[in-house]
């Protein structure tokens, strides 16, 4: 046998073994994208569901935090709207949108000035706000200082995705 280069076994074999091995590799990709949220879609989800967290991020913790922030007695603190706060746009503290959804029913998907959204047909948003602590908050604090904003966008096709943040009662 020839040891200074290859013979035409040796690369018949060779090229045998890149092809099946390419093959191998573009099924997986194939997998992946046969499995996975259409992208344009994925973008969309991911569009409404920030917006309304940048827009329940930027209240305040509870309804009796100071404006400006501040610590109040947990003893305090609440979720759900207050008396009066029927619409969106009365909101003004993160667990009064607990149970709030737009792009169900006759509520089409706003943004935070009450301006509906075109380009998310079939979407739809609900936000959940609950007492609980994040997994690497600090031991030793009640979860009761610790609200989970969770928003939750529905696909046109069915698929879900959540976005979720924690705001702390400092
Ligand atoms: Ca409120
Ligand atoms: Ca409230």
Known sequence: MNSKGFTLMETIISIIIVAVAVVGILSVIYNVTQKGIDPVMELKACELGQAMLDEIMLKRWDEDTPLGGGHIDVSLAN????????????????????????????????????????????????????????????????????????????????????????????
């Open 79 to 170: 979720i759900g709207t207050e008396t009066g706060e029927t619409n969106r746009e009365d909101f003004d503290d993160v667990d009064d949108y607990d149970g709030y959804s737009d792009g169900t029913g006759s509520e089409p998907l706003k943004d935070e000035a009450g301006n509906t959204l075109t380009g998310f047909t079939g979407f739809s948003r609900s936000v959940t706000v609950s007492f609980e602590k994040p997994a690497d908050a600090p031991a030793g604090i009640d979860s009761k200082n610790y609200k989970k904003i969770t928003v939750k966008v529905t696909l046109p096709t069915g698929e879900e995705l959540s976005f979720v943040s924690y705001k702390t009662n400092i």
